[in-house]
C-alpha cells in the first residue's frame, strides 16, 4: 500500500454512520474535545487503545491519509454541520478529501473553495443494451426489453436522461421484466380444437410492465418480498403474512425519514409498529401534548430556521418580534442560537433538559415502547418478529443488518427507504413530528420522496396534507415557503392538488412556479378558496393562473384573491372569462393591480363588467386602486351597485354590504 511516498491510506466513512454517532447522547463530548470529527470517529468506532485507530490516527496526522466521506446527501439532520465542518474544518486542516453525494439538491456553492467537482455520468445507450443482454441472455427477449426501455421509459425532469442510466433503476426494469415473464413461461401450451398443441413463444406483456418509476419500485420490492416468504411460508400464509410485513416495513421507513434518519434503530421499528395499532398511543410516548405558550426555562424544540429539528432550553425573552433566545443542544456541546420567533419554537412544557430526559429520554420512551409492543396483536408481534429475525440472518430482502445489539439495519438504497415512506404517507396514518410538519419548508432530505410520492398521486398528497402542520385544510402560507426551494416548492404543488383552502402570498413565486401551481389547481376539485396575493404574477402568470381555473380547474371555487400582483388589462379579460366559467365563484379581490394597464387599455375591464353583470353568482368585487375611468364606472354600475369607500371605486354586487 505505500510503496510510493506519496501514497495516501484510504479513510472510508459512510456519513450516515457519522450522522449517527453525532447525533448520540455519549458521544457529544468526544466530537466536542478532539481535533476534528475524522478523528472522533474512528476513536469511537475502532477505540482509543486499538493498534488500528493509531495506525489511522497517525495517517491523518501526517496528511497521509484519503478521508473518503460517502454519502453526504445521507446527513440528514445533521448534514448541514457536517458540511461546514468538511469546509471549515477538515479543508483547512489539509486532509486530502473524496466527497460523494446523489446530485439532487447538492449545494455545489459549499464546495467551491479547494475542491474540484466530478459528475459520474449515466449509462449510455450501449451501456444499457450490454447489461440487459447479458441479464436477459435470450436475444429476442432482450431486443423486446430494450425496445421498451427506448421508447416507454421515462425521461428524468433533471437530468434529461432516460431513468435506466442509473444502474439501480436498470436492474429493477429487468427484474421487473424477468417477474412478469416466468409465470407467461410456465404455462402449459393450450390445446387447439383438433388436439394438437400450438407452441407459443413465452413473452411477457410489455403493456403490464411498470408506467413510473413508483410502480417499478413497488414491482420490485413486492417480487423480492414475496419471493423469499412463499418459500418459507407457502402461498396461503405468505399472502396475510406478506401485507402485515410490508405495512411494517413502509411505516418503519417513515418513522426514521420523517427523523431525516439513514440508520433503522430498534426505536424506529417498535415506534413504527406501535403507530400502525394505535398513532395516539405512539404520540403520547414520543413528545408532549403541551399546547401552552413557551416561557424562559422551557425546553423547547425549535421548528425552523438553522437549528430547525433541535431541542433546546430558553435562556432569554423579550418583548420584540423574535423573542426567544435558546441554548441548542448540538453534537459538539451547547451553543446560543440568534433570537428566534414565538412560531418557531414547540414548547414541551417542561422546565429543563432533565425533566424532558426522565419523561421522553431515551430510556423513557425504550420503557414504554417495549410496554406498548407487548400489547399488539399477534399478527404484528409476529412481523416485527420476523423483521429482526431474517434481518439478523440475512433473508430479509431490501434491508442490511449493521448490527444485532443494540439493533440496528437500513435500506440496500436510501431511494428504498424514501419509496416506503412515501407509501406510508399515501395511507394517511403518521402525522409528521413537529420539526418536519411543514413541508413547504422541507429540506433536500425530502425531495426523492416528494418525486416518488407525486406519481402516486392524490392519495400521497392528501396523506401530506392530512399529516402536516396544516388545520381544517387551510393551506395558509402567507410569506411562509422556505427550507430547499425547489423542494419545498414541489411539496406545495403537491398540497395545492387537494388543500380546499390555498393561500400562498408574499412568496416570490417564479415564472416555472406559478405554472406547476397552476398545473395542480386544474387538479384540485375541492378547491374553495385561493389567494395568490402579493406576487408578481403581471399578466403572464395571471393568464396561467386563470386559464386553469377557467378550463375546469377548481370546479367549486367560492373565492379569488389577486391583490397586488401586476396584473394588466389582458388579466382583466382572462378574469371576465373566469367569472363566466366559475359558476360557484361569490368574491373577487383585486385591488392594487393596474386592470387598465395603468390608463392604456380600458377593454379588459370592460369585458370583467359584462361578464359580472350576466354572474348569478358574484356578491362581491373589490376594484380600488385600479386607475378606472368613468366608462369603467359607468360599466360596473350596471354590473351591480356603485359605491365609494375612503374615496377610492369600489364596486359591490347586490348580496354583500359594502366592504371597505
Not at 84 to 97: C, D, I, K, S, Y
Request: net charge neutral; hydrophobic share 45%; glycine share 8%.
Amino acid at each position: 500500500m505505500l510503496q510510493r511516498p506519496d501514497s495516501l491510506i484510504p479513510v472510508p466513512i459512510k456519513v450516515q454512520q457519522l450522522q449517527r454517532r453525532l447525533l448520540m447522547e455519549e458521544h457529544r463530548s468526544v466530537f466536542g474535545r478532539m481535533w476534528n470529527w475524522v478523528d472522533a470517529y474512528l476513536l469511537i468506532t475502532h477505540g482509543a487503545g486499538s493498534e488500528r485507530y493509531l495506525f489511522l490516527r497517525q495517517a491523518l496526522m501526517a496528511r497521509r491519509a484519503l478521508v473518503i466521506l460517502d454519502g453526504i446527501d445521507e446527513g440528514g439532520r445533521a448534514r448541514r454541520e457536517i458540511e461546514r465542518h468538511v469546509t471549515e474544518v477538515l479543508a483547512p486542516q489539509g486532509h486530502v478529501m473524496l466527497v460523494t453525494s446523489r446530485p439532487a439538491g447538492f449545494n455545489w456553492s459549499i464546495f467551491e473553495r479547494g475542491f474540484h467537482a466530478m459528475v459520474l455520468r449515466p449509462l449510455s445507450d450501449h451501456q444499457q443494451r450490454q447489461v440487459i443482454e447479458q441479464r436477459i441472455g435470450d436475444r429476442a427477449r432482450a431486443e423486446e426489453l430494450w425496445q421498451y426501455v427506448c421508447e416507454r421509459v421515462l425521461v428524468d425532469d433533471e437530468t434529461g436522461e432516460r431513468t435506466t442510466g442509473n444502474p439501480l433503476m436498470l436492474s429493477m426494469i429487468i427484474s421487473a421484466y424477468e417477474a412478469r415473464h416466468a409465470p407467461h413461461a410456465a404455462q402449459a401450451p393450450p390445446s387447439l380444437e383438433n388436439g394438437s398443441s400450438a407452441v407459443r413463444t413465452a413473452m411477457p406483456p410489455l403493456a403490464a410492465m411498470p408506467a413510473t418509476i413508483a410502480e417499478l419500485y413497488q414491482t420490485a420490492s413486492s417480487a423480492m418480498l414475496s419471493r423469499v416468504d412463499l418459500r418459507e411460508r407457502g402461498a396461503a400464509a405468505s399472502a396475510a403474512a406478506i401485507a402485515q410485513l410490508t405495512a411494517l416495513l413502509e411505516a418503519t421507513a417513515f418513522q426514521a425519514h420523517a427523523a431525516e434518519r439513514r440508520i433503522i434503530t430498534e426505536e424506529h421499528l417498535l415506534s413504527a409498529a406501535v403507530g400502525l395499532a394505535s398513532p395516539e398511543r405512539l404520540a403520547a410516548i414520543t413528545r408532549p401534548s403541551y399546547d401552552g405558550g413557551a416561557q424562559v426555562g422551557h425546553y423547547v424544540q425549535v421548528l425552523r430556521g438553522a437549528h430547525g429539528g433541535a431541542y433546546g432550553l430558553i435562556l432569554n425573552e423579550d418583548a420584540t418580534e423574535l423573542p426567544f433566545n435558546v441554548l441548542i443542544d448540538l453534537p459538539g456541546g451547547g451553543t446560543r442560537s440568534a433570537w428566534i420567533a414565538r412560531d418557531d419554537v414547540q414548547s414541551t412544557g417542561l422546565w429543563g433538559k432533565e425533566a424532558f430526559e426522565r419523561q421522553y429520554g431515551a430510556s423513557a420512551r425504550s420503557a414504554a415502547l417495549h410496554c406498548a409492543v407487548a400489547e399488539l396483536p399477534e399478527a404484528m408481534q409476529d412481523a416485527l418478529r420476523a423483521v429482526r429475525e431474517r434481518c439478523m440472518q440475512d433473508r430479509l430482502p431490501l434491508v442490511s443488518l449493521l448490527q444485532a445489539d443494540p439493533f440496528e439495519m437500513q435500506f440496500s438504497h436510501l431511494s428504498f427507504q424514501e419509496f416506503f415512506a412515501a407509501r406510508a404517507t399515501c395511507a394517511r396514518t403518521y402525522r409528521l413530528p413537529p420539526s418536519a410538519a411543514e413541508p413547504w419548508r422541507w429540506p433536500v432530505w425530502w425531495a426523492n420522496t416528494l418525486r416518488l410520492g407525486a406519481e402516486m398521486g392524490a392519495d400521497f398528497a392528501s396523506g401530506m396534507l392530512e399529516g402536516s402542520r396544516v388545520v381544517n385544510g387551510r393551506l395558509n402560507l402567507h410569506g411562509a415557503i422556505g427550507g430547499h426551494r425547489p423542494t419545498a416548492m414541489r411539496a406545495v404543488v403537491e398540497l395545492c392538488c387537494v388543500a380546499p383552502s390555498v393561500a400562498l402570498g408574499q412568496n416570490s413565486l417564479t415564472r416555472e412556479e406559478v405554472r406547476a401551481m397552476a398545473m395542480a389547481l386544474q387538479r384540485n376539485m375541492l378547491l374553495r378558496q385561493l389567494d395568490l396575493s402579493k406576487n408578481a404574477l403581471k399578466d403572464e402568470g395571471g393568464a396561467v393562473v386563470l386559464q386553469a381555473l377557467s378550463t375546469g380547474g377548481a370546479p367549486a371555487l367560492e373565492s379569488l384573491r389577486l391583490v397586488a400582483c401586476g396584473l394588466g388589462s389582458q388579466s382583466a379579460r382572462g378574469l371576465a372569462t373566469c367569472v363566466r366559467a366559475c359558476t360557484k365563484l361569490a368574491g373577487l379581490e383585486l385591488q392594487m393591480n393596474g386592470l387598465t394597464s395603468y390608463g392604456r387599455d380600458y377593454d379588459g375591464v370592460l369585458a370583467l363588467a359584462a361578464a359580472l353583470g350576466e354572474s348569478t353568482s358574484v356578491t362581491f368585487v373589490d376594484l380600488r386602486f385600479n386607475a378606472l375611468d368613468q366608462r369603467c364606472f359607468e360599466a360596473l354600475g350596471r354590473a351591480g351597485q356603485l359605491s365609494t369607500a375612503g374615496g377610492q371605486e369600489q364596486v359591490v354586487v347586490p348580496g354583500l354590504p359594502l366592504e371597505d
